[in-house]
C-alpha cells in the first residue's frame, strides 16, 4: 500500500518541544510551546483528510518534498528556475520529525518508528518525489509513505 498527498501552507520545524517550569510548591514541569502544539495541530488536521481506514502497519519508507515560498531578496532569475533547494533554517531533520509525529497522529501509520528509510535512501534505485526542503512558487508539503515488502 501507498499513499501519495500534496497539503499547501508552511511547515514549522518541531524545535525545542519542551519547556521546564517549577511551581510554587517547587514541583518541575515540562511544558509544550503553543507554537509547536498550534503547528501540530494543523499539520494533523490536515493529513487525516487523506488517513486510510487502517493504518499502514510494518515498515515504511517516508518522502518529503518541502515547499517554502520564495524570499523577497530572490530575484527573477532564481525564480525562473522553478524550484531550488533551500540551505536554511528549520533544518530538514526537525522537520521530518514533526513530519512524522503528524502522519502517526492522523492515522496513516501506526508509530513512526515504522519509517526505516528515507527518500532519499537506496533501498530501491527509482526516486518519485526529490527528499528535502526547497524554495519554489507553491509552499507546502508533498507526501509519500510506501509499505516496504518484506
Known amino acids: 500500500m501507498s499513499l501519495e498527498f ?4 508552511e511547515v514549522k520545524g518541531k524545535g525545542n ?3 521546564i517550569v517549577r511551581s ?15 503547528n501540530a495541530t494543523t499539520l494533523t488536521a490536515l493529513f487525516s483528510q ?5 493504518p499502514i502497519e ?6 518529503y518534498q518541502i515547499q517554502y515560498a520564495w524570499r523577497k531578496s530572490d530575484s527573477a532569475k532564481v525564480r525562473a ?13 526537525q522537520l521530518e520529525k514533526q513530519l512524522d509525529d503528524a502522519c502517526q ?5 501506526v508509530d513512526d518508528a515504522q519509517v526505516v528509510c528515507r527518500g532519499d ?30
Open 6 to 9: 500534496f497539503v499547501p501552507g
Open 17 to 19: 518541544s519542551k519547556s
Open 24 to 38: 510554587k510548591s517547587g514541583r518541575v514541569f515540562l511544558i509544550e510551546p503553543k507554537r509547536n502544539r498550534d
Open 50 to 54: 487523506y488517513a486510510p481506514e487502517k
Open 58 to 63: 510494518g515498515p515504511v519508507r517516508v518522502t
Open 81 to 93: 528556475k522553478g524550484m531550488i533547494p533551500k540551505p536554511t533554517r528549520p533544518d530538514l531533520g
Open 105 to 109: 497522529a492522523a492515522g496513516l501509520i
Open 121 to 150: 535512501s537506496p533501498i530501491s534505485h527509482r526516486l518519485i518525489l526529490e527528499h528535502g526542503k526547497f524554495l519554489c512558487d507553491s509552499p507546502g508539503v508533498h507526501v509519500r509513505i510506501e509499505e516496504i515488502q518484506q
